[in-house]
C-alpha cells in the first residue's frame, strides 16, 4: 500500500468546520466538536480558519516522549496511535506536539488516527480543503512547493501582530 497523508488547502477551506463535526461522529459517536481530533480555530477579523491535525511526523515528537510507550506506529496506515490501555495521560504528547494536535479527553490522549485509512474529516469536506492523498504521486512535488509557500505566509501574517 502506497504512503498516504492528509493535506490540507488553506486557501479553499470556509472554515465551516464539518471535518470537526465528522471526526467528533465517527471517533466518539457524538455530534460534538470538543470531541473532535481536528480543530479549526478562527481569526474571525480576517475571516481564516485554520485546520489543526496530526501531521502523523516521523520521527513523531509525542511518541518519542510518552514514558508508558502506548504511542506507537500503526503498520498498515502509518498514523501514530495510541494504545488507551497503556496512557496515563500525563500530557507529556501534549506538550510534546509541535502542531498542538493532540490532547487529554477522558484520562487519555486523543488525536487523528486517520480513521484507520478513510478519515472523515476529508470525506465530509465539501470545499475539498482536506484531501487524503498518495505521497508517491508525481504532482505531490507541486502540492509540497504550495504548502510551503502557505505556511511561510501564515506565519508572516500570525507573527506580524493581531
Not at 477551506?13 to 471517533?27: D, E, Q
Not at 472523515?120 to 470545499?127: F, K, N, R, S, T
Amino acid at each position: 500500500m502506497a504512503q498516504r497523508a492528509l493535506f490540507l488547502d488553506l486557501e479553499t477551506c470556509t472554515g465551516c468546520r464539518a471535518c470537526m463535526v465528522a471526526c467528533s461522529a465517527t471517533k466518539e459517536n457524538l455530534f460534538s466538536m470538543n470531541k473532535s481530533r481536528i480543530w479549526v480555530p478562527k481569526k474571525e477579523g480576517i475571516c481564516l480558519g485554520v485546520p489543526i491535525i496530526c501531521e502523523q511526523c516521523d520521527p513523531a515528537p509525542c511518541m518519542v516522549v510518552c514514558p508508558m510507550k502506548a504511542i506507537s506506529r500503526h503498520a498498515r496506515t502509518g498514523s501514530v496511535v495510541v494504545d488507551r490501555d497503556k496512557c496515563i495521560a500525563c500530557k507529556e504528547c501534549v506538550w510534546a506536539c509541535p502542531f498542538g494536535a493532540i490532547n487529554v479527553q477522558g484520562g487519555v490522549a486523543v488525536k487523528c488516527d486517520l480513521c484507520d485509512g478513510e478519515p472523515a474529516c476529508a470525506e465530509v469536506c465539501i470545499p475539498g480543503a482536506i484531501k487524503y492523498l498518495d505521497l508517491e504521486r508525481p504532482y505531490m512535488q507541486k502540492k509540497w512547493k504550495s504548502l510551503e509557500r502557505r505556511v511561510d505566509a501564515l506565519s508572516a501574517l500570525f507573527s506580524g501582530g493581531s
